[in-house]
């Protein structure tokens, strides 16, 4: 098979030769080197095009917004310079009120504008974030879905596409929050620890230095708070996606029955406990090492401001510097310090998610550029397949082996075959919903590409979906391009028998079906499948594929549905997947399918007369009915 994914449970690891080089994977994989004098440097040099990557990524998102957002930075670092000015006028003007430039009631006065000032442009950022960090988060959901919608399906029925598809899905609704606010938060530091240390720089210039010194250790802590947190969501993603899996059985409708009818809520519960209890243990131990790391952190940042508030006392003892200026000082040390620790959490919370984005751009990047779109294509002479072999990844034995077949225009073929012999792999083969390993698959005689025969083959499969939608949509959602003009909804439903679910229903082909969502109107299992095969005949292609269509069907809708099979496809071919004998009698060739081989070809008539596997299989079901 042409697919890349083919022979790997892990996308990501086969991906690696066609890794992208952008700058989240250039900056995690700084990240992850190794920790020393040079990774502090590396890392130093690696925050300005990390920040630049997240401001991209932000601005991107929401242009105005980002704006915005920094405009409220702007104003908070000078409301923050304009306390630390009003604290020196009040101190001057209560210490030393012969020499103040303005009185007590005026420098209080201003004091208290500027903090309201920072305070109200405080609770309009945390606004602002709320917002941006939404738009952030639908960007990313955007081309997280984007992805999924372009892979191809063995891709996607990989183990390690799935695993990716919940690592990324997690934090797809966390992490681009986090870079938001971590952005945001940075920038606003930024600015306060400039004007901050501009006002310190004016009283000493020493107190910024000593200050500064806590940046260091924090910078590396958060690098290794960084890989720890990758590492865990890495531990934790299987167990993170068994626990889910629990939960949708646990809550969800179609398993209610189910699992009432065989008490089976109560084991499903323990496992579900177990795996809270094994999430619990790892979690524990994580949330240690990040208390470890938080802990570390503020004393660094302790022990600076206290170095500072030391050398502000020995400077007003040695004289050199006056009270109102060390009030101010010692306000200003305190607002530094406050934007240093806000500026190392930011840091810290960019260097945390960019391992996590590496992952979104990793996984963006496993599926093709561009979702190939097809062209529909008549069938004039047929669909042949010629020695068509297939074997899913992490599979010893080919599910399809060698498989010849055809499909004239406008004719009915069968494929039969015990459990597990390859029907349905070999459907979506014939559909194009996978490439063969080996052999050709011509249309009218010619190679067509993939993206093709989707486009010009119809399949419902036996597990088909049953939209929470109305039966309109549920109809019409096979050819989203096409108008669904009244007329051809009409012809889908009528074919398929559901003209008469039609009239039962409150509005008709406008009622909601389904109680998923809203209170619609619910079908019966083989009322469902009569609307799965209208979507199937209202996407008018001339080729349909149909995996046990009658499954759910009573035997009277069963017999209508065969007795005029022709009619009802209205001239379309048909490859016909059924275990009822009955319904592929009527077939121009049947096909045997035996462990991934065809052993049998011809029309009923044929197979009977030739003891084989068919005639032994037709005869051992309809001796059941006798
Ligand atoms: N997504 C998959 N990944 C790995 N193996 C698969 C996958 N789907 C099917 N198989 C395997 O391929 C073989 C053929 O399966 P297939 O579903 O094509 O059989 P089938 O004839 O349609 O069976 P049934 O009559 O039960 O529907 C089986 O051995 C099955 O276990």
């Given at each position: 098979?042409?697919?890349?994914?083919?022979?790997?449970?892990?996308?990501?690891?086969?991906?690696?030769?066609?890794?992208?080089?952008?700058?989240?994977?250039?900056?995690?994989?700084?990240?992850?080197?190794?920790?020393?004098?040079?990774?502090?440097?590396?890392?130093?040099?690696?925050?300005?095009?990390?920040?630049?990557?997240?401001?991209?990524?932000?601005?991107?998102?929401?242009?105005?917004?980002?704006?915005?957002?920094?405009?409220?930075?702007?104003?908070?670092?000078?409301?923050?310079?304009?306390?630390?000015?009003?604290?020196?006028?009040?101190?001057?003007?209560?210490?030393?009120?012969?020499?103040?430039?303005?009185?007590?009631?005026?420098?209080?006065?201003?004091?208290?504008?500027?903090?309201a000032?920072?305070?109200?442009?405080?609770?309009?950022?945390?606004?602002?974030?709320?917002?941006?960090?939404?738009?952030?988060?639908?960007?990313?959901?955007?081309?997280?879905?984007?992805?999924?919608?372009?892979?191809?399906?063995?891709?996607?029925?990989?183990?390690?596409?799935?695993?990716?598809?919940?690592?990324?899905?997690?934090?797809?609704?966390?992490?681009?929050?986090?870079?938001?606010?971590?952005?945001?938060?940075?920038?606003?530091?930024?600015?306060?620890?400039?004007?901050?240390?501009?006002?310190l720089?004016?009283?000493?210039?020493?107190?910024?230095?000593?200050?500064?010194?806590?940046?260091?250790?924090?910078?590396?802590?958060?690098?290794?708070?960084?890989?720890?947190?990758?590492?865990?969501?890495?531990?934790?993603?299987?167990?993170?996606?068994?626990?889910?899996?629990?939960?949708?059985?646990?809550?969800?409708?179609?398993?209610?029955?189910?699992?009432?009818?065989?008490?089976?809520t109560?084991?499903?519960?323990?496992?579900?406990r177990?795996?809270?209890?094994?999430?619990?243990?790892?979690?524990?131990?994580?949330?240690?090492?990040?208390?470890?790391?938080?802990?570390?952190?503020?004393?660094?940042?302790?022990?600076?401001?206290t170095?500072?508030?030391?050398?502000?006392?020995?400077?007003?003892?040695?004289?050199?510097?006056?009270?109102?200026?060390?009030g101010?000082?010692?306000?200003?040390?305190?607002?530094?310090?406050?934007?240093?620790?806000?500026?190392?959490?930011?840091?810290?919370?960019?260097l945390?998610?960019?391992?996590?984005?590496?992952?979104l751009?990793?996984?963006?990047?496993?599926?093709?550029?561009?979702?190939?779109?097809?062209?529909?294509?008549?069938?004039?002479q047929?669909?042949?397949?010629?020695?068509?072999?297939?074997?899913?990844?992490?599979?010893?034995?080919?599910?399809?082996d060698?498989?010849?077949?055809?499909?004239?225009?406008?004719?009915?073929?069968?494929?039969?075959?015990?459990?597990g012999?390859?029907?349905?792999?070999?459907?979506?083969?014939?559909?194009?919903?996978y490439?063969?390993?080996?052999?050709?698959?011509?249309?009218?005689?010619?190679?067509?590409?993939?993206a093709?025969?989707?486009?010009?083959?119809?399949?419902?499969?036996?597990?088909?979906?049953?939209?929470?939608?109305?039966?309109?949509?549920?109809?019409t959602?096979?050819?989203?391009?096409?108008?669904?003009?009244?007329?051809?909804v009409?012809?889908?439903?009528?074919?398929?028998?559901?003209?008469?679910?039609?009239?039962?229903?409150?509005?008709?082909?406008?009622?909601?079906?389904?109680?998923?969502?809203?209170?619609?109107?619910?079908?019966?299992?083989g009322?469902?499948?009569?609307?799965?095969?209208?979507?199937?005949?209202?996407?008018?292609?001339s080729?349909?594929?149909?995996?046990?269509?009658?499954?759910?069907?009573?035997?009277?809708?069963?017999?209508?549905?065969?007795?005029?099979?022709?009619?009802?496809?209205?001239?379309?071919?048909?490859?016909?997947?059924?275990?009822?004998?009955?319904?592929?009698?009527?077939?121009?060739?049947?096909?045997?399918?035996?462990?991934?081989?065809?052993?049998?070809?011809?029309?009923?008539?044929?197979?009977?007369?030739?003891?084989?596997?068919?005639?032994?299989?037709?005869?051992?079901?309809?001796?059941?009915?006798?």
């Amino acid at each position: 098979m042409s697919s890349r994914y083919n022979h790997s449970p892990n996308v990501l690891v086969t991906l690696s030769n066609r890794y992208r080089h952008n700058s989240w994977n250039t900056l995690s994989r700084r990240y992850h080197s190794t920790v020393g004098i040079t990774s502090i440097a590396r890392a130093s040099a690696a925050t300005p095009r990390l920040i630049a990557a997240a401001t991209r990524e932000v601005a991107a998102a929401d242009r105005f917004g980002t704006v915005t957002a920094a405009i409220y930075q702007i104003v908070g670092a000078v409301g923050a310079l304009g306390v630390v000015a009003a604290s020196k006028l009040t101190f001057d003007a209560l210490l030393q009120p012969e020499s103040a430039r303005f009185g007590l009631t005026v420098s209080l006065l201003a004091l208290a504008f500027m903090t309201a000032l920072t305070g109200s442009v405080g609770a309009l950022q945390t606004q602002q974030h709320r917002l941006l960090g939404e738009r952030v988060s639908q960007r990313v959901w955007d081309r997280v879905l984007d992805t999924t919608a372009r892979a191809d399906l063995v891709t996607y029925e990989s183990a390690g596409f799935a695993t990716s598809l919940e690592r990324v899905q997690q934090n797809a609704l966390t992490r681009p929050f986090a870079v938001t606010t971590a952005l945001l938060g940075l920038t606003g530091s930024l600015l306060g620890v400039v004007t901050m240390s501009a006002v310190l720089i004016g009283v000493e210039p020493l107190l910024v230095p000593i200050l500064l010194a806590a940046g260091l250790p924090a910078v590396l802590l958060a690098r290794w708070a960084s890989r720890t947190e990758f590492a865990f969501a890495h531990r934790l993603t299987p167990l993170f996606r068994r626990r889910n899996y629990l939960r949708q059985l646990l809550t969800q409708r179609p398993y209610a029955a189910e699992l009432r009818a065989f008490h089976s809520t109560k084991p499903l519960r323990e496992r579900h406990r177990e795996l809270n209890a094994g999430i619990n243990v790892q979690l524990r131990q994580q949330v240690r090492r990040r208390q470890l790391i938080a802990g570390l952190t503020t004393i660094g940042v302790a022990l600076s401001l206290t170095a500072a508030l030391l050398a502000i006392i020995g400077l007003v003892r040695s004289g050199r510097i006056d009270l109102p200026a060390a009030g101010a000082a010692a306000i200003a040390v305190r607002l530094l310090s406050s934007q240093l620790g806000t500026l190392f959490t930011s840091i810290g919370g960019l260097l945390e998610s960019a391992p996590f984005l590496a992952d979104l751009e990793r996984f963006v990047a496993s599926a093709p550029p561009s979702p190939a779109t097809g062209e529909k294509r008549p069938l004039r002479q047929g669909i042949v397949l010629r020695d068509i072999s297939f074997r899913y990844p992490e599979q010893d034995r080919p599910a399809v082996d060698a498989v010849d077949i055809e499909i004239g225009a406008g004719e009915v073929v069968a494929l039969v075959g015990e459990n597990g012999s390859g029907k349905t792999t070999l459907a979506k083969i014939v559909a194009g919903l996978y490439d063969p390993d080996l052999g050709t698959r011509r249309w009218d005689g010619a190679d067509a590409p993939p993206a093709d025969i989707r486009a010009s083959v119809t399949v419902i499969f036996q597990d088909f979906v049953r939209y929470q939608m109305t039966l309109r949509d549920n109809i019409t959602i096979s050819d989203g391009d096409r108008p669904g003009d009244e007329e051809s909804v009409h012809d889908a439903a009528r074919r398929a028998g559901v003209l008469g679910v039609t009239r039962e229903l409150p509005h008709g082909l406008d009622t909601m079906l389904g109680r998923d969502l809203d209170e619609g109107s619910d079908l019966s299992g083989g009322q469902w499948q009569r609307v799965a095969l209208a979507r199937a005949l209202y996407r008018d292609t001339s080729l349909v594929v149909l995996d046990e269509p009658a499954a759910a069907l009573d035997p009277r809708a069963e017999h209508e549905l065969f007795a005029d099979v022709r009619a009802m496809l209205g001239g379309r071919a048909a490859l016909l997947i059924s275990h009822r004998f009955s319904s592929t009698r009527m077939a121009d060739r049947i096909y045997v399918l035996d462990a991934g081989r065809v052993v049998e070809c011809g029309t009923h008539d044929e197979l009977m007369v030739g003891a084989g596997q068919y005639a032994e299989l037709y005869r051992l079901q309809s001796a059941a009915y006798r």
